[in-house]
């Protein structure tokens, strides 16, 4: 009875650490897929927040060439004024 008791705990044992082992493999796999999608992701941020400050450049620049065209549309009368403006 002792040689079937003994028999058991080693096929427990040996169960228990194919068990485990799978598990180590599937976390160390689950933490490289997580790790590449945080980076993808990290890299998409990156990509908006560059779009993001351009178009605000762009917008700026914009404005900026209005206002330009609206001192020589009111100011452009004189010949003078209007070289400054242009």
Partial sequence: ????????????????A???????ILIVGAESYLVKESEKYSELIKEM?????????????????VQEWKNVLIRGQNEADREKYW
């Fill in 18 to 24: 194919l068990t485990m082992s799978f598990l180590g």
């Fill in 49 to 65: 927040f560059h779009e993001a400050e351009r178009a605000a450049k762009l917008q700026k620049e914009f404005k900026t060439q």
């Fill in 1 to 16: 009875m002792s040689w079937v008791k003994a028999n058991l705990n080693r096929q427990m044992v040996f169960i228990l």
